[in-house]
Every structure is written in structure tokens, then in C-alpha cells.
């Protein structure tokens, strides 16, 4: 039988009911039970014998493990976190043992007096490990040191024995370019679900579940911070071999899609008559025309007593698997791999153990499933906001969206959405991620949000669906009327209101400018592209999946330039087997319908990695080991691949990523030609090269003596020239790959290229630019592939130009000082205003 536990008041102060907290995360115990103290000292004191387990990086919360299990948190004021320490003095940390009455923490009554909602500190006892609250002090003053609650023994809780074998740790790098956030956050919980062991990730001053995602984002953990895995149980080693490949691998986790770097948000700009303007963040470019309609939101009421336990939990699993099976549904259907991320990281959500955990206590304590899971989601929405980091606080929009979704299903219904009039423009304080995607796109113009971010998912989903849109425009958003007249100039950030009959017929017209030569491009766009002269321009499509493929070919792509099989290989925990490889590549041959197609071979490392390849930690990925450094290092991986694409596309050319001299490009070669005399294959396959370095650039004559044909990545390029990286959202208003620099290395390696009468294409950022193609071709470039929905307008330009006009505007560029004065010179040229 485990004794009883008494708990000391840590401070001088009125004890008072948790019930009549003003903060509902501990007003509905959403927490725990416990006591309420207002306090009168200020020094905050250990309530009994214990190990400290956190202490919030703003020092004003501490959690302390007793003998026993049981979890103790005591939180001084209500949010007190605003304060970023300010007040606070922290005078233990994770790891020490304390005794009944040590100092915890000193704090400044006059400062939080100041600065805070509340003085009054909860006392909750966040896991009783078996035991319940027998006896507490309410209603009366109490003196710290004097007892406040008592835990009454009984049977201890089986969750909370110790595991047998000791406890494993591994120090860890964490190398996301956004920190822990939602996704990687899910792939870790779902790897270390695989694992009986107990594991968790420490940090400095907090300790995480690590199968909980939701746990592990409240760790805050950001880019090149370290922390500790933890494990213990039978496959301890084993566990935590798995988890430091995956973070230390990266995940994948690249630049985001995004729009232009992020401003401080100003209230609503000048005015003139007749038009009022909001300022908001773009969260994705581009210009709209139409008619307010404001996005209500029923608040969903929730009864707080349950039908009993088991009738409760049988609700709610039936809940979570509806909407776990429409969310898997959602993936299937969805051919974009942005919202397929988001949507597995929801997926992933459903299934955390501390969010199950925690709505299954509030059950067990009476509460409806509604109830418990509104409050389990509460809980952690709050740990996430008190965080200070804006990226992980987006994240929240997750949280809520799953939130209402359960909700509805508990209640029998779905979220439907508005019927939206054609040219809508959404308005609305907050958007969730399924209330984007479960609007009809067709009848969708743009929205603008008074809250969000411009890293949220809604923004994300918001860019790959095309949509113009602004978020955080303030409170301004609600005053609008349905139907009032707007325009959205998401470029600019800015929403016009009621905008004057000048102003709206100003926008009408560049709208139906716009649309009337994109109705010519694309009516024109399966025509082959040849200049004035009739001088030939191969215009190809960039592809990352079969649904990339069957767009591509409705709109005009001749073939395709690069075909980034990296779709393949990430997001999973084993490598694709050549038969899986072959047949993937085969379907997207056959989508091209037997036009070319050029498949790069797989281009991992830096800020793409698989956990099967793992690297290690490296002080600069970028410069690291990736692209065809990781083949030469994995024969067999670059082996699986070529029998494969000899498989499944035996017309297809090949390009090694990553080349920066030619003993890559013949051991790449050597392989390629013993897999087909292996497979029997006659004839030859081309093989190129990426054109992505410098040092590439500069020898590509050397290269191309070799290789069959070369293509410039101007993504990379462009960030190896400049010294600039491009997922650096500081420098994304600098990086620019118009910049003179990167222009003569392109035309280097055009040059080179030339030299040996091959043909040099673009496959990055810039082939898709208007503003780029007529200098690339007159720099020697003869086949641009990019975005497939860019080929239409890119065709259509390129039909209006002649050679001997773009080498006179490249020439032009190649003497410019700066990017700017390069694509100033471009946008005259495009505009005939030269």
C-alpha cells in the first residue's frame, strides 16, 4: 500500500477553489485537480520531497516529480508568461532534487502586479500516479509550509511503475530549418510509437513524451538547438538509434512555400474619399476582384456531464476514427504535396497519447467526450501559445481545426462550409485547413483573415492552391459587410474596401487583361514553341508525381525537363524497391505520352533527407553531403535506381544532381552501363548533368566533353553564387537569380555546352520567371522547364521574341550592377518601354 502524499503550501497567500481561476485551462481542471493560492509571499517553495522535472523558460512555472510518481505543477499567475522571465528568479532546474520548503522560484509581486492578469497560482497535480485528492485546504489563508492537500493512497497507477532496464540517453542536434514543428513532430511520435520502450526528448528546463507530437512541439525546440533522447525498456538502443537518424536527419524539411518576407503588420493604411484600405501579411500573391462574404462560425456547445465512462469513450473513439478515415480520404484524393503534409500531420495528431490521454481522464472524471476533448485540446493549445514562437504558435490553427471537426462528429454533423457566389472573396478572423480545402476553388476569388500567419498551413494550402490571400489584417476584417465591394491586392498587402468606381474599373480591366492572354496562351499552349523566326524553344514541365504529370500534358508541357524523384523516397521509413521505382516511373512516362523525359536521380542531403540514408550532423548541410555524393556513397541505391528507370522508362534521360567535376559524372556513367549490359540492354542511354555549382559552371566545357546534355538549376546556383540561403526568410528579398553573377555563370556553361554542340537547358526557378526567359535564351539557353502552370504565358512571350533581340538584352543584363537594375531592365523590355 503506497503511503499517503502531503502536499505544503509553496506560498503565503488565500486558498481558493481551482474552480474560480479566471483561466479556464485550470478553472475546468483541464490540467489536473488541485489548490489555488493568491499569494501575499513572494518566494515560491517545494510542496514536498521531489525531483525538479521543468522549469519554463520564463521561469514562471515549475513541475516537481514526488516519491511515488506523482506530478506536481505550480504555475505563478495567469499569463505570466507575457513576461519572458521579467520578475522572475528561477533558483532550481531540471534534474535537481529538493526538499520540502527549498526555493523554487523569487518573483516581484509589484512587476506581475503590472504585467499580469492575475497573481493567483494554481497548484494542479498533473498525474497523481494512482492517487486522488482526499483532503484540501479552501475558502481560508494558509502560510507556506503548512499543509494544503492531501493525495490519498491506493492502488498505483500501472503507467506509472518504472521500466525494467535503465535509462538510455543520446545527445541530439536538431537540424530543421523551422524547428520541431507539426510535421516532423509527427514523424518522430509515429517512429517512437513502434518502440514498447519509454522515450522522451529532454531539453534544458522541459521533458516531452516522445510519442506525443503534441508534446514534443511544446518543447519549442528551434533550428541548431541540442537536446537529450531518452529511453528506457527492452528496446531502449534500438529506439533511440531510429530517432537520432530521424532528427539528425533533417525529415525533408526544406524551404517552405511562401510568399514575400514578412513585414510588421500595420493598422489600417490612409484613406481618401470613397475607399478605405486594410494593410495585411501576404500569405500567397496575386489580385482579385469581387464580393465580400464573411465566414460565420457556429460555436459549438458542449455538455460538460458525461452518460457514463464507457458509453463517453466509445463515443469519442467512434469520433476520432470518422474523422481519421475522412482525413485519410482527403490525402488519398489530394495530388498536392503540400496539403498531403498537412493532412497527415492532422492524421498523426488523432492518434497523440498525451491529447488521448488526457481527454480519457476528463471522461473518467464524468465529463461527456465533447467536453474532455475540447478540454485535452484546450490544454495544449495554451502550452503552444506561452511558447513565444510565432512559427510553432501557427500551429495552434491544427489543434482547433481537429478540434471542431471531433466536435461535429461527436454531434453528428460536418463541417460543410459556405455556399460561395462565383468571385467570392473570404473574409474571416481565423480560417482552419479543412475550411479551406472545403470550399469550391472554382467560386473562390481570395480571402483576407484579421488573425494568422504567413507560415501557417492556411497559408501554405493557400499558395499551392493559387489563391490570393492576406492574413493578420487586423480587427478591421469584421467591420466589413457581406457583400461590399473589395479588392485584394495580395502583392501589395493590402485590401481595398468599397473601393471608388476608378479604382474598381482599374482592377476589373488589368484582371481582364490578365485573363484574356491567359486564355490565348493556354488555347495556343499545345502548339510547339518557336520564336518569330521559327527558331526552336523546347518548353518542358517540372514534375514531382503521376497527378504533376497528367496536369502537365493538358497544358502544352513538350516533355519534361526534370522529373524530381525525391517524391519517392521521402516521408517513409525504408527505400522504394526497383519494382515499386519502376513501375511509379512508368506511369509517368506513359501520363507524357512518349514525350522526353529527363529524371534526375535521387537528390537527398542539405535540406531533403531520408531517415533509411542517414548523414549525420553537418555544421553546413548545404555544402555537405547531398546529391550525387550520396549515390557514390550508396552504390547499391544508385543501382536500384537506374535498373528501375531502365525498367520503367527505357527512353528516358538521365541527370546527375549535384556535379561538381567529371570523376562524378563517370562513376555515374560506369553504373549506368554496367546495369544495362546486366539487363541485357543494347544501345546507349543519355546522361547529363545539373549544372547547380560554380565549379560546375566554370568547367562546364570539361563536363559536357562527356556528358549528353547539361541543364542549369538555378535555385542552387544562385544560393552557392550569392552565398545566400535560399530558405533563409531573411534574405529571400535579396536572392534572386537574375543577379549578374549567376547570369554569367549560366552563360559559362551555355558556352560550354555549345562548344561541344550540346544543348543547355533550365530547370530551375528562373526558366518558369518572364522576366528571365528572353535573357536565357539570349545567354544560349535552348529548352526552359518549369511549373507547369507557367508554360501557357511562358509559350506565348517566347513567340513574340527573336534571337538577335534577346542576346542584346542579355548582353544589356550581363553589365548590370545589381539584380534590381537587371530585372528593372527586363520588366522595361517586357513592357515595350524601352
Not at 639 to 647: E, F, P, V
Amino acid at each position: 500500500m503506497t503511503a499517503d502524499l502531503v502536499l505544503l503550501s509553496p506560498l503565503d497567500g488565500w486558498a481558493a477553489p481551482l474552480s474560480e481561476v479566471p483561466d479556464p485551462v485550470f478553472a475546468e481542471a483541464m490540467l489536473g485537480d488541485g489548490v489555488a493560492v493568491d499569494p501575499t509571499s513572494a518566494v515560491l517553495k517545494a510542496p514536498c520531497d521531489g525531483v525538479v522535472t521543468s522549469v519554463h523558460g520564463s521561469r514562471h512555472a515549475v513541475s516537481l516529480r514526488a516519491a511515488g510518481g506523482a506530478e506536481i505543477l505550480m504555475h505563478v499567475g495567469l499569463e505570466t508568461v507575457a513576461l519572458k522571465g521579467a520578475g522572475f528568479e528561477a533558483h532550481v532546474h531540471e534534474g535537481r532534487a529538493v526538499k520540502a520548503g527549498d526555493r523554487l522560484i523569487t518573483f516581484d509581486l509589484a512587476v506581475l502586479a503590472q504585467g499580469a492578469k492575475s497573481l493567483v497560482t494554481p497548484i494542479v497535480v498533473t498525474d497523481a500516479a494512482g492517487r486522488a485528492i482526499s483532503w484540501r485546504v479552501s475558502g481560508r489563508r494558509v502560510a507556506a509550509g503548512e499543509p494544503l492537500m492531501t493525495l490519498s493512497a491506493g492502488t498505483a497507477n500501472e503507467a506509472a511503475a518504472p521500466v525494467a532496464g535503465p535509462e538510455l540517453t543520446r545527445r541530439i542536434l536538431i537540424p530543421l530549418i523551422h524547428g520541431l514543428h507539426a510535421r516532423p513532430a509527427a514523424r518522430v511520435a509515429d517512429t517512437a510509437k513502434r518502440f514498447s520502450s519509454e522515450i522522451a526528448v529532454l531539453t534544458v528546463n522541459r521533458r516531452a513524451n516522445a510519442k506525443s507530437p503534441v508534446g514534443l512541439m511544446s518543447l519549442g525546440l528551434r533550428h541548431g538547438d541540442t537536446a537529450t533522447l531518452a529511453a528506457a525498456g527492452e528496446d531502449a538502443a534500438a529506439a533511440l538509434e531510429a530517432l537520432a537518424e530521424l532528427i539528425e536527419g533533417g525529415m525533408g524539411e526544406g524551404a517552405p512555400v511562401r510568399a514575400a518576407p514578412v513585414q510588421a503588420v500595420r493598422p489600417a493604411a490612409g484613406r481618401r474619399p470613397g475607399l478605405a484600405v486594410l494593410r495585411g501579411v501576404t500569405a500567397s500573391p496575386g489580385l482579385a476582384v469581387g464580393k465580400a462574404v464573411r465566414l460565420f462560425v457556429d460555436e459549438i456547445e458542449v455538455a460538460e456531464t458525461g452518460a457514463g465512462v464507457g458509453a463517453e469513450r466509445a463515443r469519442l473513439d467512434a469520433a476520432l476514427a470518422t474523422i481519421g478515415q475522412r482525413i485519410a480520404a482527403e490525402a488519398a484524393q489530394d495530388g498536392v504535396q503540400a496539403r498531403q503534409a498537412i493532412l497527415n500531420a492532422h492524421a498523426a495528431f488523432l492518434e497523440d497519447p498525451d491529447l488521448l490521454a488526457q481527454a480519457r481522464r476528463l471522461i473518467g472524471e464524468g465529463r461527456s467526450a465533447a467536453y474532455a476533448w475540447r478540454g485535452a485540446i484546450g490544454a495544449h493549445v495554451e502550452a503552444l501559445r506561452g511558447l513565444g514562437d510565432r512559427r510553432i504558435a501557427e500551429r495552434v490553427d491544427d489543434l482547433l481545426d481537429l478540434e471542431r471537426r471531433v466536435l461535429l462528429a461527436l454531434d453528428g454533423r460536418e463541417d460543410r462550409g459556405p455556399d460561395l457566389p462565383p468571385g467570392a472573396i473570404l473574409l474571416a478572423g481565423e480560417l482552419l485547413p479543412s475550411q479551406l480545402m472545403g470550399l469550391d476553388a472554382s467560386k473562390l476569388a481570395g480571402f483576407c483573415t484579421a488573425g494568422g500567419g504567413p507560415t501557417s498551413h492556411v497559408a501554405i494550402l493557400a499558395a499551392s492552391m493559387g489563391v490570393p490571400a492576406l492574413v493578420a489584417a487586423g480587427e478591421g476584417v469584421a467591420a466589413i459587410k457581406d457583400g461590399a465591394s473589395l479588392i485584394l491586392d495580395a502583392d501589395a498587402g493590402l485590401l481595398h474596401v468599397a473601393p471608388d468606381a476608378k479604382a474598381l474599373e482599374a482592377a476589373q480591366t488589368a484582371l481582364a487583361q490578365r485573363a484574356e492572354r491567359l486564355a490565348a496562351a493556354r488555347a495556343a499552349a499545345r502548339e510547339d514553341c518557336r520564336m518569330a523566326d521559327g527558331t526552336r524553344i523546347q518548353v518542358y514541365a517540372n514534375l514531382g508525381s503521376l497527378a504533376e504529370a497528367q496536369a502537365a500534358a493538358a497544358v502544352g508541357a513538350e516533355g519534361c525537363g526534370l522529373l524530381r524523384t525525391e517524391f519517392l523516397f521521402l516521408e517513409r521509413d525504408t527505400p522504394p524497391d526497383e519494382d515499386e521505382q519502376a513501375a511509379r516511373y512508368e506511369a509517368i512516362a506513359r501520363a507524357m505520352g512518349g514525350r522526353p523525359l529527363i529524371i534526375r536521380l535521387l537528390d537527398v542531403g542539405g535540406d531533403k533527407t531520408a531517415a533509411y540514408l542517414p548523414i549525420g550532423p553537418e555544421e553546413n548541410p548545404a555544402l555537405g553531403v547531398r546529391g550525387v555524393r550520396v549515390l557514390m556513397r550508396r552504390p547499391q541505391v544508385l543501382k536500384t535506381q537506374l535498373r528501375a528507370i531502365l525498367r520503367g522508362a527505357a527512353h528516358a534521360k538521365i541527370m546527375v544532381p549535384m556535379v561538381t567535376g567529371l570523376s562524378e559524372l563517370r562513376v555515374v556513367r560506369a553504373a549506368l552501363d554496367e546495369a544495362r549490359r546486366e539487363m541485357g540492354r543494347a544501345g546507349r542511354t543519355d546522361l547529363g548533368v545539373m549544372i547547380e555549382t560554380p565549379a560546375a559552371a566554370a568547367t562546364a566545357d570539361l563536363l559536357a566533353a562527356e556528358a549528353d546534355f547539361l541543364s542549369i538549376g538555378t535555385n542552387d546556383l544562385t544560393q552557392y553564387a550569392l552565398a545566400m540561403d535560399r530558405g533563409n526568410p531573411d534574405l529571400a528579398g535579396e536572392i534572386d537569380a537574375l543577379h549578374p553573377a549567376v547570369l554569367r555563370l549560366i552563360a559559362q556553361a551555355a558556352e560550354g555546352g555549345r562548344k561541344h554542340a550540346l544543348w543547355t537547358g533550365v530547370c530551375g526557378g528562373l526558366a518558369g520567371d518572364l522576366a528571365g526567359a528572353p535573357i536565357l535564351i539570349g545567354l544560349g539557353v535552348t529548352e526552359l522547364s518549369m511549373p507547369a502552370a507557367a508554360i501557357p504565358e511562358a509559350k506565348a512571350l517566347i513567340r513574340t521574341l527573336s534571337p538577335e533581340v534577346c542576346r542584346r538584352l542579355a548582353e544589356q543584363a550581363l553589365q548590370q550592377p545589381t539584380a534590381e537594375a537587371v530585372r528593372a531592365l527586363a520588366n522595361t523590355f517586357l513592357t515595350g518601354e524601352a
